[in-house]
């Protein structure tokens, strides 16, 4: 715990103009992030008597080990930048009130030739309609197929679209009615266009005279006696209602507003939000967050740090008219411009007072009470199950303190090839998948010019790659801060560290920033405890790595999957948790964790290496001249017999490359005996029906 009087600002240092603000921690990671109308007088609220500060409060200043400051011309200014930080650094102490998913809508593509209906997702694109927020995709899915009974427009996509028109046989829901099919030529585009613009104009609101229609034609095919097409209509019918059944008109004049409940005590708010589009719920959405970290937040703070983060990154189209809250936000007039200025319209802020508005608030407010007490048991447990594991593994391995950051490793390989590891994180007893990280294996050279790969160099490897990472960071840590938000991949060339995966979450990074490159540094943060996936020789060949970069601060355990056991460095018999103990439990989440993590990467590997072309490996050849070889010579075959005068006239293949790719495929023919699959013999060259073969699944993998 540090003492916040060691880096307190000089009162005189700080302005008293409005500003944003940042607290640091010893490991340069930002924690919090505030904003102020006066630095001066807010910073000087934390640097008071530290037993006069909330608990909360006094646990962030003590943990804090800096703080920094930037001054802005307004209040607006100071929302907008204390929002983007907060995205950008993830701070530890700041409420995050929302999932970085963006609201879902049923969205038609009226800019298309032939309009699709689809769910969407993100920035709204020009000459497509939209029509939500939706709070879950499959309430759009429901709604839609409810819908194309009576409105058969195209739902798929443009490959499935482009195929059936070439084979000339529409997909399932062409034949079961639900699509007019245009692909092959049911309708024209012009028929299927006025087919989305009613479904257009039904999801509008404009609902009456399609019921009205339907039942017309329901009663003049009964008077023809035609009772199958009575029948249908009649099911047609019944379809619009029930699809309008899903949102029921709440509110008159077609109002589009959002309307929030929000229900909170001193450590968690619960928050319901019900999208109200043309006078109907369109949508809702709720969830749960942490506040206790921001010290005595009161209702109005809770809304305004709410707002900014809900439609901070949200594009004009996603905020409505009127934004209806329980309680005004301390700056009202600024967060009101503030969303003026996103939306590019005017936006109305007020708490409703009377009328069906304030009906609906208290309907909305009601379910946001229900959501924390139904939060609040199922908390309980977790919390208590949580805080208990770490305690388990603070006794049992005799550590200093509990674990609060916990680092997994394992290694997957089949028989020595496509050697990978994984490193998976947890922090407070629950993943962290956004600092999830990926390791291609090298080997270690041997005297002899091989390279060992084995489990324990394997894990000596690894470890000494991710600490090693680790000390450059923490030495060479500044302050440059440059957004790197965008950066959803990025892997060390020297290295080989991969830092991507596909369900990896939002991978923000707080810590040192790197001066070269200006992106934040991603191993800058330390575990308390380091565990392997296997026995004695694993957590030696790991103590052994730490020990050589000087690191002692950190644990070192192995779990072996036999008998469940943990193995500590340097010990001949190995600590035996109970069966029914929290903290084996959250050993065995990790360890379970980081074994699927690194066999997805190795089935990637696996998988690309299977496919991968005689043609991959040759230095300047990409895949376009890849293609035009193959389009020229028909197969690998045949290129490989090939003179360089014959390849140099393929289009776009210079002399230089044309001697490359030459000198390439003769060498590989050369070093690369043939095998006669059905006997196992080794043959001398490759009969003309195996080379064939494998032409043709060149033609076939080659990207």
Same mark, same amino acid.
């Given at each position: 715990?540090?003492?916040?009087?060691?880096?307190?600002?000089?009162?005189?240092?700080?302005?008293?103009?409005?500003?944003?603000?940042?607290?640091?921690?010893?490991?340069?990671?930002?924690?919090?992030?505030?904003?102020?109308?006066?630095?001066?007088?807010?910073?000087?609220?934390?640097?008071?008597?530290?037993?006069?500060?909330?608990?909360?409060?006094?646990?962030?200043?003590?943990?804090?080990?800096?703080?920094?400051?930037?001054?802005?011309?307004?209040?607006?200014?100071?929302?907008?930048?204390?929002?983007?930080?907060?995205?950008?650094?993830?701070?530890?102490?700041?409420?995050?009130? $929302?999932?970085?998913?963006?609201?879902?809508?049923?969205?038609?593509?009226?800019?298309?030739?032939?309009?699709?209906?689809?769910?969407?997702?993100?920035?709204?694109?020009?000459?497509?309609?939209?029509?939500?927020?939706?709070?879950?995709?499959?309430?759009?899915?429901?709604?839609?197929?409810?819908?194309?009974?009576?409105?058969?427009?195209?739902?798929?996509?443009?490959?499935?679209?482009?195929?059936?028109?070439?084979?000339?046989?529409?997909?399932?829901?062409?034949?079961?009615?639900?699509?007019?099919?245009?692909?092959?030529g049911r309708v024209t585009a012009e028929e299927h266009r006025a087919i989305a613009e009613e479904f257009c104009d039904f999801m509008a609101g404009n609902t009456g005279r399609f019921v009205k229609r339907l039942e017309r034609e329901m009663r003049a095919a009964s008077a023809d006696l035609d009772f199958e097409a009575a029948a249908r209509?009649?099911?047609?019918?019944?379809?619009?209602?029930?699809?309008?059944?899903?949102?029921?008109?709440?509110?008159?004049?077609?109002?589009?507003?959002?309307?929030?409940?929000?229900?909170?005590?001193?450590?968690?708010?619960?928050?319901?939000?019900?999208?109200?589009?043309?006078?109907?719920? *369109?949508?809702?959405?709720?969830?749960?967050?942490?506040?206790?970290?921001?010290?005595?937040?009161?209702?109005?703070?809770?809304?305004?740090?709410?707002?900014?983060?809900?439609?901070?990154?949200?594009?004009?189209?996603?905020?409505?008219?009127?934004?209806?809250?329980?309680?005004?936000?301390?700056?009202?007039?600024?967060?009101?411009?503030?969303?003026?200025?996103?939306?590019?319209? *005017?936006?109305?802020?007020?708490?409703?007072?009377?009328?069906?508005?304030?009906?609906?608030?208290?309907?909305?407010?009601?379910?946001?009470?229900?959501?924390?007490?139904?939060?609040?048991?199922?908390?309980?447990?977790?919390?208590?199950?949580r805080s208990q594991a770490l305690q388990d593994l603070q006794d049992a391995l005799e550590l200093q303190q509990a674990p609060l950051r916990i680092e997994c490793f394992d290694v997957s390989h089949v028989q020595g090839t496509n050697v990978v590891a994984s490193m998976v994180v947890f922090e407070d007893g629950l993943p962290r998948k956004?600092?999830?990280?990926?390791?291609?294996? *090298?080997?270690?050279?041997?005297?002899?010019?091989?390279?060992?790969?084995?489990?324990?160099?394997?894990?000596?490897?690894?470890?000494?790659?991710?600490?090693?990472?680790?000390?450059?960071?923490?030495?060479?840590?500044?302050?440059?801060?440059?957004?790197?938000?965008?950066?959803?991949?990025?892997?060390?060339?020297?290295?080989?560290?991969?830092?991507?995966?596909?369900?990896?979450?939002?991978? *923000?990074?707080?810590?040192?920033?790197?001066?070269?490159?200006?992106?934040?540094?991603?191993?800058?943060?330390?575990?308390?405890?380091?565990?392997?996936?296997?026995?004695?020789?694993?957590?030696?060949?790991?103590?052994?790595?730490?020990?050589?970069?000087?690191?002692?601060?950190?644990?070192?355990?192995?779990?072996?999957?036999?008998?469940?056991?943990?193995?500590?460095?340097?010990?001949?018999?190995?600590?035996?948790?109970?069966?029914?103990?929290?903290?084996?439990?959250?050993?065995?989440?990790? $360890?379970?964790?980081?074994?699927?993590?690194?066999?997805?990467?190795?089935?990637?590997?696996?998988?690309?290496?299977?496919?991968?072309?005689?043609?991959?490996?040759?230095?300047?050849?990409?895949?376009?001249?890849?293609?035009?070889?193959?389009?020229?010579?028909?197969?690998?075959?045949?290129?490989?017999?090939?003179?360089?005068?014959?390849?140099?006239?393929?289009?776009?293949?210079?002399?230089?490359?044309?001697?490359?790719?030459?000198?390439?495929?003769?060498?590989?023919?050369?070093?690369?005996?043939?095998?006669?699959?059905?006997?196992?013999?080794?043959?001398?060259?490759?009969?003309?029906?195996?080379?064939?073969?494998?032409?043709?699944?060149?033609?076939?993998?080659?990207?």
């Open positions: 715990m540090a003492d916040p009087s060691t880096y307190r600002p000089k009162p005189g240092e700080i302005p008293v103009d409005p500003g944003v603000y940042k607290f640091r921690d010893k490991d340069r990671r930002v924690i919090y992030v505030g904003k102020a109308k006066s630095l001066r007088s807010r910073l000087s609220s934390y640097f008071q008597d530290i037993a006069a500060l909330h608990p909360r409060t006094r646990t962030m200043v003590t943990t804090g080990a800096s703080v920094e400051w930037t001054v802005v011309r307004n209040e607006v200014e100071a929302l907008q930048l204390e929002y983007s930080w907060i995205k950008e650094f993830d701070p530890r102490f700041n409420v995050k009130y $929302r999932d970085d998913k963006s609201y879902p809508y049923l969205a038609v593509t009226m800019g298309e030739e032939f309009p699709r209906a689809q769910v969407m997702r993100g920035t709204k694109r020009k000459g497509t309609r939209y029509f939500g927020p939706y709070a879950h995709a499959w309430a759009i899915r429901e709604t839609l197929d409810q819908l194309l009974r009576v409105f058969p427009l195209r739902t798929c996509s443009s490959g499935v679209f482009k195929r059936a028109g070439q084979v000339g046989r529409p997909c399932l829901l062409g034949y079961i009615d639900k699509c007019s099919a245009p692909c092959v209509r009649r099911d047609d019918i019944a379809a619009l209602r029930k699809a309008l059944e899903r949102s029921a008109v709440v509110l008159p004049d077609a109002t589009d507003a959002d309307v929030f409940g929000i229900e909170d005590d001193e450590l968690e708010a619960a928050v319901q939000v019900f999208h109200v589009r043309g006078g109907r719920i *369109r949508g809702q959405r709720g969830w749960v967050v942490d506040k206790q970290s921001e010290g005595d937040l009161g209702l109005a703070e809770v809304v305004e740090r709410l707002l900014g983060q809900v439609y901070g990154g949200e594009s004009p189209e996603g905020i409505p008219r009127e934004v209806l809250v329980p309680a005004l936000p301390p700056e009202p007039e600024a967060m009101a411009e503030l969303l003026t200025e996103i939306r590019g319209a *005017r936006v109305e802020l007020r708490v409703p007072q009377r009328g069906d508005k304030h009906t609906l608030m208290e309907t909305v407010n009601r379910n946001a009470k229900q959501a924390l007490g139904r939060h609040k048991v199922a908390r309980a447990g977790d919390l208590t199950a956004g600092e999830y990280r990926r390791f291609i294996v *090298r080997g270690t050279p041997q005297p002899d010019g091989s390279v060992r790969v084995d489990d324990t160099a394997a894990m000596d490897e690894i470890l000494t790659r991710r600490f090693r990472h680790y000390l450059e960071d923490r030495d060479h840590a500044n302050d440059i801060e440059i957004d790197d938000s965008n950066d959803d991949s990025a892997t060390d060339i020297g290295t080989g560290d991969t830092d991507t995966d596909a369900d990896a979450g939002d991978s *923000r990074a707080s810590g040192p920033i790197d001066e070269t490159t200006g992106k934040p540094r991603r191993f800058a943060y330390p575990p308390q405890l380091v565990v392997v996936d296997g026995g004695k020789p694993q957590v030696d060949a790991a103590s052994r790595a730490l020990e050589a970069l000087g690191i002692d601060d950190v644990a070192v355990v192995g779990l072996a999957k036999r008998l469940e056991e943990v193995w500590l460095p340097g010990e001949d018999f190995p600590v035996i948790l109970p069966r029914t103990s929290d903290g084996l439990y959250l050993l065995q989440r990790l $360890r379970d964790e980081a074994h699927r993590f690194a066999i997805t990467f190795h089935r990637q590997r696996r998988s690309k290496a299977m496919t991968r072309s005689a043609l991959d490996d040759i230095p300047g050849l990409g895949a376009v001249r890849r293609k035009a070889l193959l389009r020229e010579f028909g197969s690998v075959k045949r290129l490989r017999a090939a003179s360089v005068e014959q390849i140099e006239a393929v289009k776009g293949i210079g002399p230089a490359l044309a001697a490359t790719v030459h000198s390439h495929l003769r060498a590989d023919d050369d070093s690369t005996p043939a095998v006669n699959l059905t006997t196992g013999e080794v043959l001398d060259h490759v009969p003309d029906d195996a080379s064939d073969e494998a032409a043709s699944e060149e033609k076939e993998t080659t990207p």
